[in-house]
Protein backbone atom coordinates (compact mmCIF):
# COMPACT_ATOMS: atom_id res chain seq x y z
CA UNK A 1 0.00 0.00 0.00
CA UNK A 2 1.12 3.85 -0.84
CA UNK A 3 1.71 5.35 2.78
CA UNK A 4 0.19 9.02 3.13
CA UNK A 5 2.80 11.73 2.88
CA UNK A 6 4.22 12.51 6.23
CA UNK A 7 2.19 14.98 8.91
CA UNK A 8 3.09 18.07 8.57
CA UNK A 9 6.68 19.22 10.21
CA UNK A 10 6.08 22.70 10.39
CA UNK A 11 3.98 24.29 13.70
CA UNK A 12 0.50 23.12 14.46
CA UNK A 13 -2.42 23.25 11.91
CA UNK A 14 -6.05 23.92 12.70
CA UNK A 15 -8.56 20.68 11.77
CA UNK A 16 -9.51 22.81 8.93
CA UNK A 17 -6.06 23.19 7.56
CA UNK A 18 -5.31 19.52 8.27
CA UNK A 19 -8.56 18.48 6.71
CA UNK A 20 -8.13 20.43 3.65
CA UNK A 21 -4.87 19.08 3.43
CA UNK A 22 -5.05 15.34 3.67
CA UNK A 23 -8.60 14.26 3.04
CA UNK A 24 -8.93 14.53 -0.54
CA UNK A 25 -5.29 13.34 -0.54
CA UNK A 26 -4.10 11.10 -3.95
CA UNK A 27 -4.35 7.85 -4.04
CA UNK A 28 -5.32 7.39 -0.15
CA UNK A 29 -7.43 9.70 1.72
CA UNK A 30 -6.36 10.03 5.27
CA UNK A 31 -6.55 12.00 7.96
CA UNK A 32 -4.55 12.73 10.90
CA UNK A 33 -5.07 10.63 14.72
CA UNK A 34 -4.61 13.38 16.55
CA UNK A 35 -8.33 13.83 14.95
CA UNK A 36 -9.25 10.94 17.01
CA UNK A 37 -8.58 12.08 20.26
CA UNK A 38 -11.89 14.63 21.15
CA UNK A 39 -13.91 14.38 24.86
CA UNK A 40 -15.23 11.25 23.41
CA UNK A 41 -12.93 9.84 21.25
CA UNK A 42 -10.66 9.73 24.32
CA UNK A 43 -13.40 7.71 26.36
CA UNK A 44 -13.89 5.44 24.06
CA UNK A 45 -9.92 4.84 23.18
CA UNK A 46 -9.89 4.62 27.24
CA UNK A 47 -12.60 1.88 26.57
CA UNK A 48 -10.55 -0.20 24.18
CA UNK A 49 -7.84 -0.66 26.31
CA UNK A 50 -10.25 -2.83 28.38
CA UNK A 51 -11.27 -5.04 25.86
CA UNK A 52 -9.85 -8.42 26.08
CA UNK A 53 -8.62 -8.76 22.79
CA UNK A 54 -6.56 -5.39 22.94
CA UNK A 55 -3.62 -6.81 24.07
CA UNK A 56 -0.87 -3.82 24.38
CA UNK A 57 -2.50 -1.90 27.58
CA UNK A 58 -2.03 -5.21 29.80
CA UNK A 59 1.38 -6.32 28.22
CA UNK A 60 2.54 -2.71 29.20
CA UNK A 61 0.93 -2.57 32.59
CA UNK A 62 2.92 -5.98 33.09
CA UNK A 63 6.18 -4.66 31.93
CA UNK A 64 5.72 -1.33 34.57
CA UNK A 65 4.60 -3.29 37.11
CA UNK A 66 8.05 -5.76 37.22
CA UNK A 67 10.37 -3.35 36.01
CA UNK A 68 9.07 0.31 37.28
CA UNK A 69 11.51 0.77 40.13
CA UNK A 70 14.10 -0.13 37.56
CA UNK A 71 12.93 3.06 36.08
CA UNK A 72 13.57 5.12 38.37
CA UNK A 73 16.54 4.08 40.17
CA UNK A 74 18.38 3.98 36.39
CA UNK A 75 16.66 7.19 35.41
CA UNK A 76 17.65 9.36 38.51
CA UNK A 77 14.64 11.65 37.56
CA UNK A 78 12.78 14.24 39.88
CA UNK A 79 10.36 15.04 37.13
CA UNK A 80 8.36 12.42 35.22
CA UNK A 81 6.57 13.77 31.63
CA UNK A 82 4.00 11.98 29.81
CA UNK A 83 3.06 12.72 26.01
CA UNK A 84 -0.46 11.83 25.05
CA UNK A 85 -0.85 10.68 28.51
CA UNK A 86 -4.17 10.45 28.65
CA UNK A 87 -6.09 9.03 31.65
CA UNK A 88 -2.56 8.42 32.90
CA UNK A 89 -3.99 4.88 34.34
CA UNK A 90 -0.43 3.16 33.63
CA UNK A 91 1.83 5.83 34.78
CA UNK A 92 0.46 5.75 38.12
CA UNK A 93 2.65 2.00 38.73
CA UNK A 94 5.77 4.94 37.42
CA UNK A 95 4.30 7.26 40.18
CA UNK A 96 4.33 4.96 42.97
CA UNK A 97 7.90 3.53 42.51
CA UNK A 98 9.14 6.82 42.04
CA UNK A 99 7.18 8.08 45.29
CA UNK A 100 8.56 5.29 46.64
CA UNK A 101 12.37 6.57 46.53
CA UNK A 102 11.41 9.78 47.52
CA UNK A 103 13.00 11.14 44.37
CA UNK A 104 10.08 12.40 42.28
CA UNK A 105 9.09 16.15 42.68
CA UNK A 106 7.24 16.67 39.87
CA UNK A 107 4.77 15.05 37.55
CA UNK A 108 3.60 16.26 33.54
CA UNK A 109 0.91 15.55 31.76
CA UNK A 110 0.11 16.32 28.54
CA UNK A 111 -2.77 15.44 26.36
CA UNK A 112 -4.62 17.00 23.44
CA UNK A 113 -8.26 16.58 25.65
CA UNK A 114 -8.44 19.07 27.84
CA UNK A 115 -11.68 16.94 29.66
CA UNK A 116 -9.20 14.13 30.03
CA UNK A 117 -6.38 15.90 31.32
CA UNK A 118 -8.20 17.96 33.36
CA UNK A 119 -9.74 14.96 35.04
CA UNK A 120 -6.54 12.79 35.84
CA UNK A 121 -4.00 15.63 36.66
CA UNK A 122 -6.96 16.08 39.58
CA UNK A 123 -6.95 12.55 40.75
CA UNK A 124 -3.34 12.37 40.35
CA UNK A 125 -2.66 15.56 42.60
CA UNK A 126 -5.33 13.47 45.57
CA UNK A 127 -3.18 10.29 45.34
CA UNK A 128 0.24 12.32 45.26
CA UNK A 129 -0.12 15.16 47.38
CA UNK A 130 3.34 16.19 47.51
CA UNK A 131 3.98 16.15 43.90
CA UNK A 132 3.93 19.24 41.77
CA UNK A 133 1.99 18.50 38.96
CA UNK A 134 1.90 20.91 35.90
CA UNK A 135 -0.87 19.67 33.25
CA UNK A 136 -0.16 20.86 29.82
CA UNK A 137 -2.92 20.83 27.30
CA UNK A 138 -1.03 20.13 23.59
CA UNK A 139 0.09 18.24 20.71
CA UNK A 140 3.18 15.90 21.63
CA UNK A 141 4.24 16.25 18.38
CA UNK A 142 4.17 20.44 18.39
CA UNK A 143 4.05 21.36 21.71
CA UNK A 144 7.37 19.40 23.14
CA UNK A 145 8.86 23.27 24.21
CA UNK A 146 6.10 23.43 26.68
CA UNK A 147 7.48 21.04 29.10
CA UNK A 148 8.69 22.71 32.17
CA UNK A 149 12.33 23.09 32.43
CA UNK A 150 14.83 22.30 35.57
CA UNK A 151 15.83 19.07 37.78
CA UNK A 152 16.73 15.60 36.07
CA UNK A 153 13.31 14.69 33.80
CA UNK A 154 12.58 11.52 32.06
CA UNK A 155 9.57 11.63 29.16
CA UNK A 156 7.03 8.92 29.07
CA UNK A 157 5.92 7.92 24.84
CA UNK A 158 3.84 4.69 26.25
CA UNK A 159 1.01 2.71 24.45
CA UNK A 160 3.17 1.95 21.15
CA UNK A 161 1.95 5.83 19.89
CA UNK A 162 5.06 6.30 18.49
CA UNK A 163 3.81 3.63 16.03
CA UNK A 164 1.30 5.88 14.53
CA UNK A 165 3.64 8.01 13.31
CA UNK A 166 5.36 7.14 9.40
CA UNK A 167 9.26 5.91 9.96
CA UNK A 168 10.63 9.75 9.09
CA UNK A 169 8.31 11.54 11.43
CA UNK A 170 9.66 8.75 14.25
CA UNK A 171 12.79 9.99 13.20
CA UNK A 172 11.67 13.45 13.61
CA UNK A 173 9.82 13.05 16.80
CA UNK A 174 12.39 11.49 18.64
CA UNK A 175 15.09 13.83 17.39
CA UNK A 176 12.86 16.95 18.68
CA UNK A 177 12.44 14.95 22.07
CA UNK A 178 16.17 14.90 22.41
CA UNK A 179 16.68 18.86 21.32
CA UNK A 180 14.50 19.58 24.47
CA UNK A 181 16.45 17.82 27.05
CA UNK A 182 19.55 18.34 28.75
CA UNK A 183 22.09 15.85 29.33
CA UNK A 184 21.33 13.71 32.05
CA UNK A 185 17.36 13.08 30.59
CA UNK A 186 15.90 10.44 30.04
CA UNK A 187 13.32 9.07 27.26
CA UNK A 188 11.12 5.92 28.40
CA UNK A 189 9.75 4.37 25.00
CA UNK A 190 6.79 2.10 24.29
CA UNK A 191 7.02 0.11 21.31
CA UNK A 192 4.56 -2.87 20.05
CA UNK A 193 6.08 -5.21 18.56
CA UNK A 194 5.90 -7.42 15.36
CA UNK A 195 3.96 -10.85 16.14
CA UNK A 196 1.07 -13.22 15.00
CA UNK A 197 -1.24 -11.03 11.88
CA UNK A 198 -4.61 -12.72 13.49
CA UNK A 199 -3.75 -11.04 16.66
CA UNK A 200 -3.21 -7.53 15.25
CA UNK A 201 -6.04 -7.47 13.46
CA UNK A 202 -8.14 -8.82 16.06
CA UNK A 203 -6.83 -5.84 18.20
CA UNK A 204 -7.69 -3.53 16.09
CA UNK A 205 -10.67 -4.23 14.88
CA UNK A 206 -12.77 -6.42 18.30
CA UNK A 207 -15.90 -8.25 17.62
CA UNK A 208 -17.60 -6.09 20.61
CA UNK A 209 -17.25 -3.20 18.38
CA UNK A 210 -15.73 -0.20 20.75
CA UNK A 211 -13.15 -0.09 18.09
CA UNK A 212 -15.58 0.69 15.16
CA UNK A 213 -16.89 3.31 17.35
CA UNK A 214 -14.05 5.08 17.86
CA UNK A 215 -12.72 5.17 14.25
CA UNK A 216 -16.04 6.56 13.30
CA UNK A 217 -16.37 9.22 15.90
CA UNK A 218 -13.29 11.11 14.02
CA UNK A 219 -16.09 11.63 11.25
CA UNK A 220 -18.74 13.43 14.00
CA UNK A 221 -15.84 15.30 14.98
CA UNK A 222 -15.49 16.64 11.22
CA UNK A 223 -19.38 17.13 10.96
CA UNK A 224 -19.28 19.01 14.74
CA UNK A 225 -16.24 21.14 13.84
CA UNK A 226 -16.46 21.60 10.48
CA UNK A 227 -20.22 21.05 9.93
CA UNK A 228 -19.36 18.24 7.55
CA UNK A 229 -22.39 15.90 6.61
CA UNK A 230 -21.00 12.27 7.14
CA UNK A 231 -23.30 9.83 7.35
CA UNK A 232 -21.72 7.32 9.86
CA UNK A 233 -23.76 4.17 8.51
CA UNK A 234 -22.30 4.63 5.59
CA UNK A 235 -18.55 4.09 6.59
CA UNK A 236 -17.77 1.10 8.18
CA UNK A 237 -14.40 0.46 10.04
CA UNK A 238 -11.71 -2.00 8.50
CA UNK A 239 -8.03 -2.86 10.07
CA UNK A 240 -5.71 -3.93 7.37
CA UNK A 241 -1.85 -5.48 7.97
CA UNK A 242 0.83 -3.85 5.42
CA UNK A 243 3.29 -7.06 5.82
CA UNK A 244 6.23 -4.35 3.36
CA UNK A 245 5.78 -1.45 6.34
CA UNK A 246 5.11 -3.90 9.44
CA UNK A 247 1.92 -1.43 10.64
CA UNK A 248 -1.89 -2.13 11.06
CA UNK A 249 -3.98 0.73 9.18
CA UNK A 250 -7.19 1.83 9.82
CA UNK A 251 -9.60 2.52 7.81
CA UNK A 252 -13.27 3.81 7.30
CA UNK A 253 -14.70 2.38 3.96
CA UNK A 254 -17.38 3.92 2.12
CA UNK A 255 -20.35 1.12 2.00
CA UNK A 256 -21.82 3.39 -1.12
CA UNK A 257 -20.98 5.85 -3.33
CA UNK A 258 -21.61 9.28 -1.84
CA UNK A 259 -20.85 12.85 -1.83
CA UNK A 260 -19.46 14.53 1.16
CA UNK A 261 -19.72 18.24 1.87
CA UNK A 262 -16.87 20.00 4.48
CA UNK A 263 -18.05 23.47 4.28
CA UNK A 264 -15.17 24.40 7.14
CA UNK A 265 -12.32 23.23 5.11
CA UNK A 266 -14.27 24.10 1.74
CA UNK A 267 -13.89 20.78 0.22
CA UNK A 268 -16.72 18.45 -1.46
CA UNK A 269 -15.44 14.79 -1.48
CA UNK A 270 -16.99 12.76 -4.52
CA UNK A 271 -16.57 8.81 -2.61
CA UNK A 272 -17.07 5.52 -4.48
CA UNK A 273 -18.10 2.22 -3.06
CA UNK A 274 -15.35 0.45 -1.03
CA UNK A 275 -13.13 3.91 -1.20
CA UNK A 276 -11.37 4.55 2.17
CA UNK A 277 -10.39 7.10 4.71
CA UNK A 278 -6.62 6.05 6.89
CA UNK A 279 -7.35 6.85 10.42
CA UNK A 280 -4.36 5.68 11.40
CA UNK A 281 -1.21 3.36 11.34
CA UNK A 282 0.64 1.90 14.33
CA UNK A 283 4.01 0.30 13.55
CA UNK A 284 5.10 -2.74 14.88
CA UNK A 285 8.81 -2.49 16.02
CA UNK A 286 11.78 -5.07 16.17
CA UNK A 287 13.79 -5.00 19.53
CA UNK A 288 17.06 -5.09 17.66
CA UNK A 289 16.27 -1.86 15.47
CA UNK A 290 15.45 0.26 18.57
CA UNK A 291 18.79 1.42 18.60
CA UNK A 292 19.09 2.60 15.09
CA UNK A 293 15.69 5.01 16.10
CA UNK A 294 17.44 6.18 19.12
CA UNK A 295 20.90 6.59 19.07
CA UNK A 296 21.22 8.99 15.78
CA UNK A 297 19.19 11.64 17.76
CA UNK A 298 21.74 11.09 20.25
CA UNK A 299 20.29 9.15 23.02
CA UNK A 300 22.06 5.98 24.57
CA UNK A 301 19.66 2.65 25.17
CA UNK A 302 20.42 1.65 29.36
CA UNK A 303 17.79 -0.92 28.99
CA UNK A 304 14.78 -2.90 27.58
CA UNK A 305 12.14 -4.74 28.94
CA UNK A 306 9.98 -6.67 27.63
CA UNK A 307 6.66 -8.53 28.92
CA UNK A 308 7.08 -12.39 28.96
CA UNK A 309 5.44 -13.39 25.64
CA UNK A 310 7.97 -10.55 24.08
CA UNK A 311 4.51 -8.31 23.08
CA UNK A 312 5.93 -5.33 24.04
CA UNK A 313 9.26 -3.80 24.30
CA UNK A 314 10.00 -0.81 27.12
CA UNK A 315 13.22 0.85 26.45
CA UNK A 316 14.59 3.51 28.78
CA UNK A 317 17.26 5.92 26.90
CA UNK A 318 19.57 8.80 27.94
CA UNK A 319 20.94 12.20 27.13
CA UNK A 320 24.87 11.51 27.73
CA UNK A 321 26.24 13.34 30.37
Same mark, same amino acid.
Given at each position: ?????????Q?????????R?????A????????????????V???? !??????????????? !?LE???????????? %?????L??????? *?R??????????????????????????????? !??????G???????????? %???????????????????????????????????????????????? *?D????????? *??? %????????????N???????????????????????????????????V???????????????????????????????????????????????????? *? %???????????? !???
Amino acid at each position: MTPPPADAPQGSESLAESVRRTLDAAPQRWLSPKWLYDDLGSVLFDA !ITHVPHYYPTSRERA !ILEARSADVARLSEA %DTLVELGSGTSEK *TRLLLDAFTATGQLRRFCPLDVSAATLAAAAEA !IRAEHPGIEVVAVEGDFLH %DLDRIPTGGTRLVAFLGGTIGNLTPPEQARFVGAVAATLAPGDGLLLG *TDLVKDVDRLL *TAY %DDPIGVTAAFDRNVLQVLNRELGADFDLARWRHEARWDAEEERIEMHLVATEAQVVRVPGAGLELKVEEGESIQTEISSKFRVERLPALLEPAGFEVVEVW *T %DPDDDLALTLAR !IPR
